[in-house]
């Protein structure tokens, strides 16, 4: 056996490399990983005893007990992995025709063939020989060893052929090498019978099936999954949010409507300012709803206002309920809803953000002896900024329409930042309140009829980078190391027209990200997310392509080419463009053989 002894040695070390490799890492808990887990102990322990054995045979005349136990064991493990080899193929054969209710069954036929065969070949002789260099062993114990390995492959092939349409199936590979170098072995010991490679194979094919079987990252799965919880639950934060402010919506324009239609029927002046005064009333409230809340496209950390302390944005709206609950009177129903889209951590002045919404509960409790008063906190994120929306509603009694335009009137004497440093952790009036919020960068909204009165506050602040956003820029990292295909932005504000030419983009595996707002592109690149190329409509209803690309330039690390879509009658000034700085023009006319033009070029 001793002419063995380097094939065994070699083994050993890399056996040992992959058993610290493998079982240092978490894994998936499945029976693949599982069972392999059980093959590569097996192996390394049926290569222990074949190193035992190479010296501990030679003793087999002074000391048979010891020789002779320790062959038979080394014969039980050369079977015990033949044994687990099959069941793991037969196993992805089951796993692959969707029978998994047979694999417990299956498996325990192998254990009891196993027992059998351990069992039988315990009671049956087994020889030592050695002459010079010459070493092994041979008998009828030895030869139930080899039937029952070639009846378990026989087994394994059939399993595999069963799948002859999976037959490329990478779990297989293991057995085919098996198979082929089992072959080859068993021809070179029969001419040589001293050069014992049996463990060697088994231990070169179980660490090739360390490239074959199922081995994700676990920690990267796990968030994978953490990252699908909260996109999860930020969906269903918006969906609620936006049904919310769509039946906001939909009742001032009702209301419209319903004054309108009356104001047919009046014919005192009077009456009829009085709606009119209404109207644009409900209009201003729209006007605030549809372009301060709901506008994500005006969404841009450059009318920030940064400040250097940060704040966690829901441990202070939590504070604020707990001391606002202490306030209340029992007639008084108080409800919070603070929503999980909110970042962990914000940058801004919370001191005055607290002082703000606490002087709005203050005003609400005032004025409301018995009923509700509701606080709802929402937050839009988008490119590392996280716009608050913060409601508190109440059912007192409300206030004329001459109280709230008295509020919202930006034509008294504003607040400066020495009166509000002076008046820290006051409380405010409501049109104080409207000051405040404007000099942190943000907007207040004032709606009160006979039903209650509602307060809005809209507020930009920038997010502050946690450990979920670090590990989403290693997702998008590893992603883009695992698939090389181009990023394309394009930016245009015909629905139809953006999804046709995604579609055309996407035929060339290109990896798209499409935008109605040309400040989105400015917003992206800025963030320094990168993209292979960027498409811009020439003419949108807020930015144009030539104001867009004016933008882009102003970052001097900016070198992605960005390309026009023009319509024809603009193919005149084609060249004006791209002395302008596009690096290329598509007609919208031609629209997929331009984009496959363009695929083509860069």
């Given at each position: 056996?001793?002419?063995?002894?380097?094939?065994?040695?070699?083994?050993?070390?890399?056996?040992?490399?992959?058993?610290?490799?493998?079982?240092?890492?978490?894994?998936?808990?499945?029976?693949?990983?599982?069972?392999?887990?059980?093959?590569?102990?097996?192996?390394?322990?049926?290569?222990v005893?074949?190193?035992?054995?190479?010296?501990?045979?030679?003793?087999?005349?002074?000391?048979?007990?010891?020789?002779?136990?320790?062959?038979?064991?080394?014969?039980?493990?050369?079977?015990?992995?033949?044994?687990?080899?099959?069941?793991?193929?037969?196993?992805?054969?089951?796993?692959?025709?969707?029978?998994?209710?047979?694999?417990?069954?299956?498996?325990?036929f192998?254990?009891?063939?196993f027992?059998?065969?351990?069992?039988?070949?315990?009671?049956?002789?087994?020889?030592?020989?050695?002459?010079?260099?010459?070493?092994?062993?041979?008998?009828?114990?030895?030869?139930?060893?080899?039937?029952?390995?070639v009846?378990?492959?026989?087994?394994?092939?059939?399993?595999?052929?069963?799948?002859?349409?999976n037959?490329?199936?990478?779990?297989?590979?293991?057995?085919?090498?098996?198979?082929?170098?089992?072959?080859?072995?068993?021809?070179?010991?029969?001419?040589?019978?001293?050069?014992?490679?049996?463990?060697?194979?088994?231990?070169?094919?179980?660490?090739?099936?360390?490239?074959?079987?199922?081995?994700?990252?676990?920690?990267?799965?796990?968030?994978?999954?953490?990252?699908?919880?909260?996109?999860?639950?930020?969906?269903?934060?918006?969906?609620?949010?936006?049904?919310?402010?769509?039946?906001?919506?939909?009742?001032?324009?009702?209301?419209?409507?319903g004054?309108?239609?009356?104001?047919?029927?009046?014919?005192?002046?009077?009456?009829?300012?009085?709606?009119?005064?209404?109207?644009?009333?409900?209009?201003?409230?729209?006007?605030?709803?549809?372009?301060?809340?709901?506008?994500?496209?005006?969404?841009?950390?450059?009318?920030?206002?940064?400040?250097?302390?940060?704040?966690?944005?829901?441990?202070?709206?939590?504070?604020?309920?707990?001391?606002?609950?202490?306030?209340?009177?029992?007639?008084?129903?108080?409800?919070?809803?603070?929503?999980?889209?909110?970042?962990?951590?914000?940058?801004?002045d919370?001191?005055?953000?607290?002082?703000?919404?606490?002087?709005?509960?203050?005003?609400?409790l005032?004025?409301?002896?018995?009923?509700?008063?509701?606080?709802?906190?929402?937050?839009?994120?988008?490119?590392?900024?996280?716009?608050?929306?913060?409601?508190?509603?109440?059912?007192?009694?409300?206030?004329?329409?001459?109280?709230?335009?008295?509020?919202?009137?930006?034509?008294?004497?504003?607040?400066s930042?020495?009166?509000?440093?002076?008046r820290?952790?006051?409380?405010?009036?409501?049109?104080?309140?409207?000051?405040?919020?404007?000099?942190?960068?943000?907007?207040?909204?004032?709606?009160?009829?006979?039903?209650?009165?509602?307060?809005?506050?809209?507020?930009?602040?920038?997010?502050?980078?946690?450990?979920?956003?670090?590990?989403?820029?290693?997702?998008?990292?590893?992603?883009?190391?695992?698939?090389?295909?181009?990023?394309?932005?394009?930016?245009?504000?015909?629905?139809?027209?953006?999804?046709?030419?995604?579609?055309?983009?996407?035929?060339?595996?290109?990896?798209?990200?499409?935008?109605?707002?040309g400040?989105?592109?400015?917003?992206?690149?800025?963030?320094?997310?990168?993209?292979?190329?960027?498409?811009?409509?020439?003419?949108?209803?807020?930015?144009?392509?030539?104001?867009?690309?004016?933008?882009?330039?102003?970052?001097?690390?900016?070198?992605?080419?960005?390309v026009?879509?023009?319509?024809?009658?603009?193919?005149?000034?084609?060249?004006?463009?791209?002395?302008?700085?596009?690096a290329?023009?598509?007609?919208?006319?031609?629209?997929?053989?331009?984009v496959?033009?363009?695929?083509?070029?860069?």
């Amino acid at each position: 056996m001793s002419t063995g002894k380097f094939f065994l040695f070699e083994a050993l070390i890399y056996l040992l490399l992959l058993v610290v490799v493998f079982f240092s890492k978490r894994r998936l808990r499945n029976l693949e990983n599982k069972i392999y887990s059980y093959l590569i102990i097996i192996a390394l322990i049926e290569l222990v005893l074949e190193i035992v054995l190479d010296f501990v045979g030679p003793l087999y005349q002074t000391t048979p007990i010891l020789s002779y136990s320790v062959a038979k064991i080394y014969l039980i493990f050369l079977l015990l992995w033949a044994t687990t080899l099959c069941a793991y193929i037969v196993t992805i054969a089951l796993q692959i025709k969707r029978k998994q209710k047979l694999i417990k069954k299956v498996n325990r036929f192998f254990i009891v063939f196993f027992i059998v065969f351990a069992l039988i070949d315990s009671a049956l002789p087994i020889y030592f020989y050695y002459e010079g260099d010459i070493a092994y062993t041979y008998g009828s114990s030895v030869n139930l060893i080899y039937l029952a390995t070639v009846l378990f492959c026989f087994i394994a092939c059939v399993s595999v052929v069963w799948n002859f349409r999976n037959f490329k199936d990478k779990r297989f590979l293991p057995l085919v090498v098996f198979v082929i170098f089992g072959s080859v072995c068993s021809a070179i010991q029969y001419f040589n019978p001293g050069l014992l490679l049996a463990t060697a194979v088994h231990v070169f094919v179980t660490f090739l099936m360390y490239f074959t079987i199922e081995n994700p990252d676990v920690q990267m799965m796990e968030e994978l999954y953490k990252n699908k919880k909260l996109i999860e639950k930020s969906n269903q934060d918006t969906s609620n949010f936006l049904f919310r402010m769509t039946q906001e919506i939909k009742k001032p324009v009702k209301d419209i409507i319903g004054v309108s239609a009356e104001l047919q029927n009046y014919n005192s002046v009077d009456e009829i300012k009085e709606k009119i005064r209404y109207i644009n009333n409900i209009g201003t409230e729209l006007d605030y709803l549809i372009n301060d809340a709901l506008d994500v496209s005006s969404m841009t950390t450059k009318r920030l206002k940064i400040y250097d302390s940060r704040y966690n944005a829901i441990n202070i709206f939590k504070e604020i309920e707990y001391r606002f609950e202490q306030q209340v009177d029992k007639k008084v129903k108080f409800n919070c809803v603070i929503s999980n889209v909110l970042p962990s951590y914000l940058y801004g002045d919370s001191i005055k953000l607290k002082q703000a919404v606490n002087s709005i509960l203050a005003n609400a409790l005032k004025h409301t002896a018995t009923g509700e008063i509701n606080l709802e906190v929402n937050g839009i994120i988008k490119y590392g900024v996280c716009r608050l929306i913060i409601t508190v509603s109440d059912t007192s009694a409300g206030m004329s329409i001459e109280e709230v335009n008295n509020i919202l009137s930006l034509n008294s004497e504003e607040l400066s930042q020495i009166d509000l440093r002076n008046r820290d952790g006051e409380m405010l009036s409501l049109k104080e309140v409207k000051k405040l919020i404007a000099l942190l960068g943000g907007n207040l909204m004032v709606k009160s009829d006979e039903e209650g009165t509602t307060v809005n506050i809209v507020l930009e602040q920038k997010i502050v980078e946690s450990k979920e956003t670090e590990i989403s820029k290693k997702l998008e990292s590893y992603e883009q190391s695992l698939y090389r295909n181009k990023k394309v932005m394009v930016v245009d504000d015909d629905a139809k027209e953006l999804a046709k030419i995604t579609t055309f983009l996407e035929n060339h595996d290109a990896e798209v990200s499409g935008s109605l707002f040309g400040r989105d592109v400015i917003e992206k690149i800025a963030s320094n997310i990168k993209y292979d190329l960027i498409i811009l409509d020439d003419e949108t209803s807020t930015f144009s392509a030539l104001d867009v690309l004016k933008e882009l330039k102003k970052n001097k690390k900016f070198h992605t080419p960005v390309v026009v879509m023009i319509d024809d009658n603009k193919e005149f000034i084609k060249l004006h463009y791209l002395q302008d700085g596009f690096a290329d023009c598509i007609m919208k006319s031609k629209l997929e053989s331009e984009v496959d033009r363009i695929m083509k070029r860069f």
